[in-house]
């Protein structure tokens, strides 16, 4: 097996987060059905603020080895993968832990007794066909799985593998993603086109709402225009108004994208050399999104593996983290979120917030009690930490801060909440 190797190129694009407005049911990877939202309320029932339950979905034609990536994603995973067109159905659901060796880092010089990482969602879609929109190979409903998911993962096959079935007869990276980004195209010109109709018969009653819909209408009308012009919704500028009054539709192309070149073990190594790796990569950087190369083959296999070995595994192989630890990071990113640690001797904790928070509403991330009584925070940046080497340290050195209301929380802030209830 060669080298693992991967790449990762994200745009400095901070896109707003939105809790997704639907409850459907989805399965879990034992095949239990569950409520994305029991997951949503269970894991963050103290904080209303950011819902973790940030979904990343895979997505992409049918057998490009989408459910195979979300087994090696997703420790224990049991999505079924296998050599056949729309293997998936139902979609699969997984939450997988943020890879963060600060965190690690800062358990050990406070002696905490455990280390709880970040967590993101992922879910393993059905393969869309051309004509999903017009409902061929259940189109719709597997367009509509796509609407409820924060970021998308568009699985692009770039291996060749005569025993690998390709739905359209060769590996073509390009035309698989025109393929993709057509279908979602088309379904958001069709909602688009019914709600410009319904808000033009509509009777507005109060000039507020009037206001409201006239900021749709007007944002509906850019967004359809750049869709027709081959670019995706998220490609125009639009106010926060007119992003939340658009938000209800859940546009498709709305959404972040990473492109995940899916590579043969032999291409680890140096996947910029493969020929389809680089028109991806042309791809993505016109269409402003992040892409990643991985093997789901080859990291499906490591997960077999007891976790020593894959370590010791890696290492002969001259790398030191599969290409999965870079997909988690980008999604990640890509979902504009900045973490936060709290460390003491019970745990180490890494905290997801929005870009731009300030310490309040951090607190409010951990309980609401904390935003609602904040007083101040201790607030040391991570690097300060490390290199004083504890909190009482950093103290005498005059690294920790004081701060207040006003402070927004910057990335790898080590905090200490003050707060009266
Ligand atoms: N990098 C790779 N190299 C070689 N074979 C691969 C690679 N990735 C996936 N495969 C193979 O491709 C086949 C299809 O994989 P998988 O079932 O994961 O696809 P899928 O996209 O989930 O398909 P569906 O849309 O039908 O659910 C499997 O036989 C898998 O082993
Ligand atoms: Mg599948």
Redesign the pocket.
Do not use: H, W
């Given at each position: 097996m060669a080298k693992l190797a991967s790449h990762h190129l994200i745009p400095a694009l901070g896109f707003p987060l939105r809790r997704s407005s639907f409850c459907t049911q989805w399965r879990n990877p034992k095949g239990e059905s569950i409520n994305s939202f029991s997951v949503l309320i269970k894991r963050f029932s103290s904080s209303p603020k950011v819902s973790m339950s940030l979904k990343a979905g895979?997505v992409?034609?049918?057998?490009?080895?989408?459910?195979?990536?979300?087994?090696a994603v997703v420790e224990n995973g049991k999505?079924?993968?296998?050599?056949?067109?729309?293997?998936?159905?139902e979609p699969n659901v997984g939450i997988v832990a943020v890879p963060d060796p600060r965190l690690n880092v800062l358990s050990e010089l406070n002696k905490s007794q455990r280390a709880v990482p970040a967590s993101i969602e992922f879910v393993?879609?059905?393969?869309?066909v051309k004509g999903a929109s017009q409902g061929e190979g259940l189109g719709n409903k597997f367009l509509s799985h796509i609407r409820q998911v924060d970021a998308i993962l568009q699985?692009v096959?770039?291996?060749e593998?005569n025993?690998?079935?390709h739905v359209n007869g060769k590996v073509d990276p390009k035309s698989d993603i025109d393929v993709i980004n057509l279908e979602l195209a088309f379904s958001d010109l069709d909602q688009i086109d019914k709600r410009i109709d319904k808000l033009k018969k509509g009777k507005v009653k109060d000039s507020q709402s009037k206001v409201k819909e006239e900021a749709e209408k007007s944002a509906l009308e850019r967004i359809q225009q750049e869709l027709l012009d081959g670019k995706p919704a998220r490609s125009v500028t639009l106010t926060d108004y007119e992003r939340e009054s658009i938000d209800h539709l859940c546009l498709l192309t709305m959404k972040p994208v990473i492109y995940v070149a899916?590579?043969?073990?032999s291409d680890l190594a140096n996947p910029e050399s493969n020929p389809y790796v680089k028109d991806v990569m042309n791809l993505a950087s016109q269409l402003q999104s992040g892409i990643v190369s991985?093997?789901?083959?080859?990291e499906?296999e490591l997960t077999e593996l007891p976790s020593e070995e894959r370590t010791e595994f890696l290492n002969s192989l001259g790398g030191n983290e599969s290409g999965l630890g870079n997909l988690i990071r980008a999604t990640y990113s890509l979902l504009g979120l900045r973490t936060y640690f709290t460390s003491g001797e019970k745990e180490t904790k890494a905290w997801t917030i929005l870009a731009g928070m300030t310490a309040p509403q951090a607190a409010g991330v951990i309980h609401s009690d904390f935003e609602k009584g904040f007083i101040r925070a201790e607030t040391v940046a991570y690097h300060d930490f490390v290199a004083a080497g504890s909190l009482a340290a950093a103290r005498e050195k005059g690294l920790l801060r004081s701060e207040g209301k006003e402070y927004v929380v910057q990335e790898g802030d080590v905090m200490l909440f003050r707060f009266n209830v």
């Open positions: 895979i992409g034609l049918p057998n490009v080895g989408k459910s195979t990536l979300f087994n999505a079924q993968a296998a050599n056949f067109p729309f293997c998936t159905i393993d879609i059905a393969g869309l699985v096959r770039c291996f593998d025993d690998v079935i899916n590579v043969t073990e991985v093997s789901a083959q080859v499906s």
